[in-house]
């Protein structure tokens, strides 16, 4: 019933806000993004068979030749090389197209891309301006930092330390999702990731 709550609630998501899901382990946190994923892929689909009809059907609608709807996309920031296949082989077997590096609106038909947090660290301008075009076309759909306690945890991992410089101004909602967030950790998890006044 949790799992149902959390899915309904980063689907009603749609501005720039920031989202705390608190999960146990095994509870089925990686499902809260990977069913809008597949829902997404899905309407996706449809509005270009759609489109493909209507221009076989009543050619004079149609101005130009339909190009397929590409879907939504959700970047998942990952801590551990673990973590990411994990995702990466629910969501194949969820039948997503799985990306490991957007680049802005020609991202194509994945729906689905799997980052490690010190690469987006690292590549920090190169990732903001990918998310800034990602939106600007209209397929930015949330970014999702997994495991978001360890931003507070792995002192020794230096990238997570700049965390909140890159994903401070993301112009979509952040889906944060922890088995292990004490309500005592609550705001010290959020300062971490860079919660700002404009951003509930």
């Not at 089925?28 to 899905?42: M, R």
């Not at 309407?43 to 130009?64: D, G, N, Y």
């Not at 799985?98 to 799997?114: I, T, Y």
Request: glycine share 6%; hydrophobic share 50%.
């Amino acid at each position: 019933m949790a799992q149902q709550h959390a899915i309904y609630a980063v689907l009603s998501a749609r501005d720039a806000g920031t989202q705390l899901v608190v999960l146990p382990t095994a509870g089925g946190k990686t499902a809260t993004f990977i069913v809008l994923a597949i829902a997404e892929a899905a309407a996706a689909v449809t509005v270009t068979r759609r489109l493909q009809v209507v221009a076989k059907v009543a050619p004079s609608a149609v101005t130009t030749t339909p190009t397929p709807w590409y879907p939504p996309v959700t970047i998942v920031l990952t801590p551990t090389r673990a973590i990411t296949a994990n995702i990466v082989g629910a969501a194949r077997a969820a039948g997503l197209t799985v990306g490991s590096r957007p680049c802005g609106c020609d991202a194509g038909k994945e729906s689905l891309f799997v980052i490690a947090m010190g690469t987006a660290v690292r590549d920090g301008v190169v990732f903001r301006e990918v998310t800034r075009r990602l939106s600007d076309g209209g397929r930015l759909a949330r970014v999702v930092i997994d495991e978001a306690h360890l931003t507070l945890l792995w002192d020794f991992r230096e990238a997570l330390a700049h965390l909140r410089a890159t994903v401070v101004d993301l112009p979509c909602p952040l889906l944060l999702l922890t088995a292990t967030a004490p309500p005592a950790w609550i705001e010290a998890l959020l300062a971490a990731v860079g919660l700002r006044a404009h951003r509930p």
